[in-house]
């Protein structure tokens, strides 16, 4: 497992100043008594450009992704399991974010407020559930609904993808997008062709 450390996007008595470029990636977090993140780039007004990719987020007790005030982030390639209400909120002028290739199990998958939809794209995701009539959700033409992912052992946590899972080649080739093409284990995504869903590469899909 990979560390994650804080960075500073909330001015405070004691601590001012705002963050970019921040990278968050190939982690695998289990269990998490309430949000996984919350990014709070609003109040300095100058935090932006988040990565977060190829991650595993298990058993979320709230939103795993809360991002405020933190325009041109990149959500790509993760797994959300369990959760309240949705995997990834973008909210409070986070305009220009990119969010494909994610597997959401159990919630809905993208919500994005009226502030934050100048520029934001989120397509080729995976949902579990069926396509939710939520104001605020935010879907793409490419999103697949109410289809489970077959995952090599879920009960030992082995999340990488069986041949024939929906997810395997779902995906889109964004490395003309974001820097970075390889996943979770270092494997190489394909150049061309559609990326697996999810923090794994399937070998069949490489």
Not at 89 to 108: M, P
Not at 159 to 186: M, N, Q, R, W, Y
Request: charged content about 20%; overall charge neutral; some cysteine.
């Amino acid at each position: 497992h990979r560390d994650l450390h804080s960075f500073p996007t909330r001015r405070s008595s004691d601590l001012m100043g705002s963050s970019s470029n921040i990278l968050i990636e190939n982690n695998f977090c289990y269990n998490i008594a309430a949000q996984m993140l919350m990014a709070e780039g609003q109040t300095v007004g100058k935090s932006s450009d988040l990565t977060i990719r190829n991650n595993v987020f298990h058993t979320v007790g709230a939103i795993a992704l809360n991002i405020h005030g933190f325009p041109n982030s990149k959500i790509y390639n993760n797994l959300f399991i369990g959760g309240k209400f949705v995997a990834i909120r973008l909210n409070k002028g986070s305009t220009g974010c990119q969010v494909y290739n994610n597997l959401v199990v159990g919630i809905d998958a993208v919500w994005v407020d009226a502030s934050s939809r100048e520029g934001t794209t989120a397509d080729y995701n995976l949902t579990t559930i069926a396509a939710s009539k939520e104001k605020n959700l935010f879907t793409g033409p490419h999103d697949i609904f109410s289809q489970t992912p077959i995952f090599l052992d879920p009960e030992k946590l082995a999340f990488h993808l069986k041949p024939g899972s929906p997810g395997e080649a779902a995906g889109l080739d964004i490395a003309t997008k974001v820097e970075g093409s390889t996943d979770k284990e270092g494997q190489a995504r394909p150049s061309g062709k559609p990326w697996s869903l999810g923090p794994y590469q399937s070998p069949t899909a490489r």
